[in-house]
């Protein structure tokens, strides 16, 4: 099913999205065989009810949602949408009631939600698909809802193709592909110019493997605000000589679920035209085993000359990341966003449906507080806790990778990383799972992207667009 609204004409079937309590007032302005077809199926607005009602030729004549009550509405996002994939093939179009009298639905969220219903993941298997079309509700945004809907898209596709079709390299064609399509421009370091460049830890997590690792950086517009944004592009993740349990590999394909969301971001911002300077940053690299591998007990000097004791070769997100903070900030950017499936922690704290951020920018959290709501995408903020600068400081270097104890792991992970920007007046990190874990409305079981719509939205306020 194609990511769009369906614009070609003819007739199309009304949909109506009917909760329990409008039930009764449905069924009364509806002629007789409407009311006893429905009723023969048992439809009772339930949400996940979905059926499609004959006329008196058999033909299609309208399609009936279920839209819950409030109570059960507040257990999920895009519920009503779900009927995308369970009302039969044809072309729908909400019915002229919902434009009528207080609006019970919210346009954006259905429209949005139908859209991303149709993303299936079609590289290595056709997957089941439906030929159900929308047309546009009335009143939306269309080209920012496709753009939306195609910008998270691409995250889905970059998270779920595996590693071994998305390692550093591959990574760099993505990237440079969609610098490409929208006037952007991509560079690249690879390899052992990581280290003449200055670049040493995203070089010391990635040199094990045969596949270079790489900082990948694009620039585009030309005026307005500077945003950065940085993505962990850690292709597979191992976790080094400090190996990762059976029960915690299985899913590190997905650990450059940060730099798929920076860029399904980028290409949403490029697409709608935001008016600001847009920089990209992905440290590239897949963190494996090997002769060449960094050790524990390691120290390595960053790019901003801090030392930092390797005490767990697993927590090599923060490593790369801080050499491509570094960088950012060097040229003090308005804005700088750091997202990366950085933690276990994090996943443990809030599970996979939120999203945890930190800031210390008050106007920032509150923009993303708000818009996160109305976007339905969920954002929590987390604290850059103070008192637990210390947890990161050992013995004999500036800063330890993995402090012992593990308390607070993704607020440890996010004072690590907030060292590295100093020169920035807004900073916030997301510590994103990147990962639905069962089939949810609008989000088939695969990567997923999290905090991005919830950024889109809320950049217009706190960036003065
Ligand atoms: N990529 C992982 C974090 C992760 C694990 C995210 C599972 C989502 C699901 C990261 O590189 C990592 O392994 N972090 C360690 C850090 C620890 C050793 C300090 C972690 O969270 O266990
Ligand atoms: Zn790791
Ligand atoms: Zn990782």
Not at 319 to 342: C, G, Q, R
């Given at each position: 099913?194609?990511?769009?609204?369906?614009?070609?004409?003819?007739?199309?079937?009304?949909?109506?999205?009917?909760?329990?309590?409008?039930?009764?007032?449905?069924?009364?302005?509806?002629?007789?065989?409407?009311?006893?077809?429905?009723?023969?199926?048992?439809?009772?607005?339930?949400?996940?009810?979905?059926?499609?009602?004959?006329?008196?030729?058999?033909?299609?004549?309208?399609?009936?949602?279920?839209?819950?009550?409030?109570?059960?509405?507040?257990?999920?996002?895009?519920?009503?949408?779900?009927?995308?994939?369970?009302?039969?093939?044809?072309?729908?179009?909400?019915?002229?009631?919902?434009?009528?009298?207080?609006?019970?639905?919210?346009?954006?969220?259905?429209?949005?939600?139908?859209?991303?219903?149709?993303?299936?993941?079609?590289?290595?298997?056709?997957?089941?698909?439906?030929?159900?079309?929308?047309?546009?509700?009335?009143?939306?945004?269309?080209?920012?809802?496709?753009?939306?809907?195609?910008?998270?898209?691409?995250?889905?596709?970059?998270?779920?193709?595996?590693?071994?079709?998305?390692?550093?390299?591959?990574?760099?064609?993505?990237?440079?592909?969609?610098?490409?399509?929208?006037?952007?421009?991509?560079?690249?370091?690879?390899?052992?110019?990581?280290?003449?460049?200055?670049?040493?830890?995203?070089?010391?997590?990635?040199?094990?493997?045969?596949?270079?690792?790489?900082?990948?950086?694009?620039?585009?517009?030309?005026?307005?605000?500077?945003?950065?944004?940085?993505?962990?592009?850690?292709?597979?993740?191992?976790?080094?000589?400090?190996?990762?349990?059976?029960?915690?590999?299985?899913?590190?394909?997905?650990?450059?679920?940060?730099?798929?969301?920076?860029?399904?971001?980028?290409?949403?911002?490029?697409?709608?035209?935001?008016?600001?300077?847009?920089?990209?940053?992905?440290?590239?690299?897949?963190?494996?085993?090997?002769?060449?591998?960094?050790?524990?007990?390691?120290?390595?000097?960053?790019?901003?000359?801090?030392?930092v004791e390797?005490n767990n070769?697993?927590a090599?997100?923060r490593?790369?990341?801080?050499?491509?903070?570094?960088?950012?900030?060097?040229?003090?950017?308005?804005?700088?966003?750091?997202?990366?499936?950085?933690t276990?922690a994090?996943?443990?704290?809030?599970?996979?449906?939120?999203?945890?951020?930190?800031?210390?920018?008050?106007?920032?959290?509150?923009?993303?507080?708000?818009?996160?709501?109305?976007?339905?995408?969920?954002?929590?903020?987390?604290?850059?806790?103070?008192?637990y600068e210390a947890m990161i400081e050992p013995?004999?270097?500036?800063l330890d990778n993995a402090p012992k104890g593990g308390f607070a792991g993704a607020i440890t992970a996010?004072l690590f990383?907030?060292?590295?920007?100093?020169?920035?007046?807004?900073?916030?990190?997301?510590?994103?799972?990147?990962?639905?874990?069962?089939?949810?409305?609008?989000?088939?079981?695969?990567?997923?992207?999290?905090?991005?719509?919830?950024?889109?939205?809320?950049?217009?306020?706190?960036?003065?667009?």
């Open positions: 099913m194609p990511m769009s609204f369906a614009t070609k004409p003819g007739p199309s079937i009304p949909l109506f999205l009917i909760s329990p309590e409008d039930l009764h007032g449905f069924l009364t302005a509806r002629p007789k065989a409407v009311r006893a077809w429905l009723s023969q199926l048992g439809f009772t607005g339930k949400l996940a009810e979905a059926h499609l009602v004959p006329g008196p030729d058999g033909k299609a004549l309208l399609a009936v949602v279920g839209a819950g009550d409030a109570k059960a509405r507040i257990r999920g996002r895009f519920q009503m949408a779900a009927a995308a994939r369970r009302l039969p093939d044809g072309l729908y179009e909400l019915a002229e009631e919902h434009y009528r009298g207080p609006a019970a639905v919210d346009l954006d969220e259905f429209a949005l939600g139908w859209l991303l219903a149709g993303y299936s993941f079609d590289r290595y298997a056709t997957q089941a698909k439906t030929q159900t079309r929308l047309r546009a509700p009335k009143g939306i945004d269309v080209p920012r809802i496709e753009a939306i809907a195609a910008g998270e898209a691409l995250t889905r596709d970059l998270i779920n193709t595996p590693a071994s079709d998305m390692g550093p390299e591959e990574l760099e064609v993505a990237f440079f592909a969609l610098a490409k399509a929208y006037g952007a421009i991509p560079t690249a370091i690879r390899g052992e110019d990581l280290l003449a460049q200055n670049l040493p830890m995203i070089h010391a997590v990635g040199r094990a493997s045969h596949r270079a690792p790489r900082l990948l950086d694009m620039r585009w517009g030309s005026s307005g605000p500077r945003l950065t944004l940085v993505g962990k592009g850690v292709c597979f993740d191992t976790g080094g000589l400090n190996l990762k349990p059976e029960s915690s590999i299985g899913l590190m394909k997905k650990d450059m679920g940060g730099a798929a969301t920076v860029l399904g971001l980028a290409q949403m911002i490029m697409v709608l035209k935001l008016p600001l300077r847009l920089r990209v940053l992905v440290p590239a690299v897949e963190n494996v085993l090997g002769g060449s591998a960094y050790r524990p007990q390691d120290i390595l000097t960053s790019r901003k000359g801090l030392t390797i070769t697993d090599e997100g490593l790369v990341l801080a050499d491509a903070l570094t960088l950012a900030d060097e040229e003090a950017p308005d804005m700088l966003i750091s997202m990366a499936t950085l276990g994090a996943r443990v704290a809030v599970g996979p449906d939120l999203a945890p951020f930190f800031t210390d920018d008050e106007d920032l959290a509150a923009a993303l507080n708000s818009h996160a709501r109305a976007v339905s995408d969920p954002v929590w903020r987390l604290p850059f806790w103070d008192p013995g004999i270097a500036d996010a990383l907030r060292r590295f920007v100093e020169n920035t007046p807004s900073y916030a990190h997301f510590d994103i799972y990147g990962w639905q874990p069962s089939p949810a409305p609008a989000r088939p079981k695969g990567g997923v992207g999290q905090g991005n719509r919830a950024l889109l939205a809320a950049l217009p306020d706190v960036l003065d667009l």
